[in-house]
């Protein structure tokens, strides 16, 4: 079964430090990977996503997440949070080789404190 | 942000009416999803249409009807609602739902079943 767990309910970082926001999968096949913020009264807005090649891969506002395979992870990172990065945050898996479901986490809130 | 556009934002309704929420997209996209985000849980595919043709109904209760006139827009009928029901419903579309590209979000309309 297709999956998606993000373990953190709650992520708290001081402005200016680095952020991390967990994600791991399940998929049967090929995993299509996505992150997605959304902010108090709107809906989600994509930030990035992994269908293949490099491992590291960059979207907007500076956030960039790591591919990992043998840890079926694809955690959301940024190097120096701003606290317009507080926002509720989503993990979503696509099978690559079946399906057109988008399988999405829970979400993470992430605050950033000044 | 304006690429989805969604119809009522707030909604509040009895048990016994009948109502319908509205969902527009002016990027040119070819499928067209509707979503169910409660608090703490995962969102949750409701209906998929692609090229106009309903591709997906995730055992949804038949008191949520949808429809597709045109690629550009999608309805989702309401009736005997019940209160679980209260939830923020979110319109996304993609390029077509058999492809890897992101989808793109509406900001959703909040109802309140009463």
């Known amino acids: 079964a297709q999956s998606v767990a993000q373990p953190e309910d709650q992520v708290n970082v001081a402005e200016g430090n680095p952020l991390t926001v967990k994600c791991t999968y399940s998929v049967s096949g090929n995993p299509y990977l996505f992150w997605y913020v959304q902010y108090p009264n709107r809906g989600l807005q994509f930030l990035l996503k992994?269908?293949?090649?490099?491992?590291l891969v960059k979207g907007s506002y500076g956030f960039e997440a790591e591919f990992n395979k043998s840890q079926t992870s694809f955690h959301l990172k940024k190097p120096s949070a701003l606290v317009s990065d507080s926002a509720l945050y989503f993990c979503?898996?696509?099978?690559?080789?079946?399906?057109?479901?988008?399988?999405f986490g829970t979400g993470t809130s992430l605050t950033v404190i000044p | 942000e304006t690429g989805v556009t969604q119809t009522p934002r707030h909604l509040v309704m009895g048990m016994t009416n009948k109502k319908s929420l509205k969902c527009e997209q002016h990027l040119g996209h070819n499928a067209m999803y509707w979503y169910k985000q409660s608090a703490k849980k995962p969102l949750e595919l409701m209906f998929v249409?692609?090229?106009?043709?309903?591709?997906e109904n995730n055992s949804v209760p038949s008191r949520f009807s949808p429809e597709c006139p045109n690629s550009s827009h999608l309805f989702l009928h309401l009736h005997t609602l019940q209160p679980e029901d209260s939830a923020l419903y979110l319109c996304a579309s993609s390029q077509d739902s058999r492809s890897y590209n992101e989808q793109f979000f509406g900001p959703g309309t909040r109802l309140t079943v009463l």
């Open positions: 249409y692609n090229f106009k043709e309903q591709t």
């Open positions: 979503a898996v696509r099978d690559g080789d079946r399906g057109n479901q988008f399988y």
């Open positions: 992994y269908i293949t090649g490099d491992n």
